[in-house]
């Protein structure tokens, strides 16, 4: 088992992040957002079209929440310095928080607030921040993949021993992206870390119906590099998994793909009145990442449950720091704007 010390920073991490976007709900007005009911075909598509991209609330545009992802953000994360780097896909907030962003920022940033990671000139799918080593989520699908070569390369022409790790879905792992990326960085022996995390849907489309095979971490092994499939909820075998690809990486092994089974517990965007498969969902909240490490901890005598609600409360306060931090930070200058044109 590992130190007390780490095992209570990834239950810290993950409380974070948890409660920052069950936060959200107050801020995002999701019923504003949809306004046609996705519909259900026999071949098992969900038809969600008739999107309104106002909100009511505090936060407006589209965000995409990672609730129930939050061991692999966490567990990946907890092996990278502030100088390695990170990339990420419309689904951002939680790995932001990981790799270090505070979450004043993050919380301004979707607030479209001055005090934002971006001034609030980016939003929730373009959380940014160099100081952290966190370089951006992206809108595109895929787009972070061969993005996340650059800082790979850089640390390896420059002898840093530094790392740069993608975070991408399921989705995503049908773009071409990943194979020129993958390619290139087995082929330069990079040091990346492509980290899919597959919750099975990209939007409303089942992996089942876009995967031939269940397994993405396979495609790695035909580029002579490692595939791994990792339980994505226990957030102790993400630390190991991504412990050992870390080392590797910095000792100059090359990439590693980690592919992380794991399930979002809400919508693919903003908070849904239903799941789109509650009974599915019902069956993975059984194995909600938070929980199976609080019971492990407390059944071990590790971190007893007043010391995990303390450490959840610190969590909680944290968050409402970062919502009235968020609330009193005005608005951006809009000649901010053209300063970036520029
Ligand atoms: C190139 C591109 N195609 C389509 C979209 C629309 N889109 C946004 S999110 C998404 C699904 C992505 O699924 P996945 O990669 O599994 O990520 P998840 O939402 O499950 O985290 C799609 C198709 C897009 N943003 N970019
Ligand atoms: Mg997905």
Redesign the pocket.
């Known amino acids: 088992m590992l130190e007390k010390a780490v095992l209570t920073s990834l239950l810290r991490q993950m409380y974070r992040i948890r409660l920052f976007e069950e936060r959200l709900k107050r801020h995002y007005d999701y019923q504003a957002y949809v306004t046609e009911s996705p519909s259900s075909r026999d071949d098992g598509f969900i038809v969600s079209d008739g999107y309104d991209f106002a909100s009511k609330g505090l936060i407006g545009g589209a965000v995409?929440l990672?609730i129930g992802q939050e061991a692999v953000s966490v567990g990946v994360c907890a092996h990278l310095e502030p100088t390695d780097a990170a990339f990420s896909?419309?689904?951002s907030h939680g790995h932001a928080m990981a790799k270090g962003i505070p979450l004043r920022q993050v919380m301004a940033e979707l607030m479209g607030r001055e005090g934002g990671c971006c001034y609030g000139c980016g939003g929730s799918m373009h959380l940014f921040d160099p100081d952290h080593g966190f370089l951006g989520g992206n809108?595109?699908?895929?787009?972070q993949l061969p993005l996340a070569l650059g800082p790979a390369f850089a640390a390896k022409y420059q002898g840093t021993r530094g790392v740069s790790v993608a975070f991408?879905?399921?989705?995503?792992?049908n773009?071409g992206t990943l194979l020129e990326s993958l390619n290139l960085a087995a082929l330069w022996k990079l040091p990346v870390l492509f980290v899919c995390?597959?919750?099975l849907?990209?939007?409303s489309?089942p992996?089942s119906l876009a995967l031939p095979v269940p397994d993405v971490a396979p495609r790695a092994r035909a580029l002579g590099i490692p595939g791994e499939v990792v339980d994505g909820q226990d957030v102790l075998a993400v630390y190991d998994a991504a412990g050992r690809a870390v080392a590797r990486a910095r000792d100059g092994q090359g990439p590693t793909l980690l592919e992380m089974k794991t399930y979002?517990f809400e919508g693919?965007c903003g908070f849904a009145g239903e799941h789109q498969n509650p009974e599915e969902c019902a069956q993975w909240r059984q194995r909600d990442p938070i929980r199976l490490l609080e019971q492990r901890l407390a059944a071990e005598g590790i971190l007893a449950p007043a010391e995990q609600q303390a450490l959840r409360a610190q969590a909680q306060a944290e968050v409402e720091d970062a919502e009235a931090f968020a609330i009193a930070s005005p608005l951006p200058d809009p000649r901010r704007l053209a300063a970036f044109v520029d």
Do not use: C, P
């Open positions: 995409h990672s896909s419309h689904r809108g595109i699908v895929g787009g991408f879905g399921d989705g995503a792992a773009q995390e597959n919750n849907y990209a939007n489309t992996a979002r693919h």
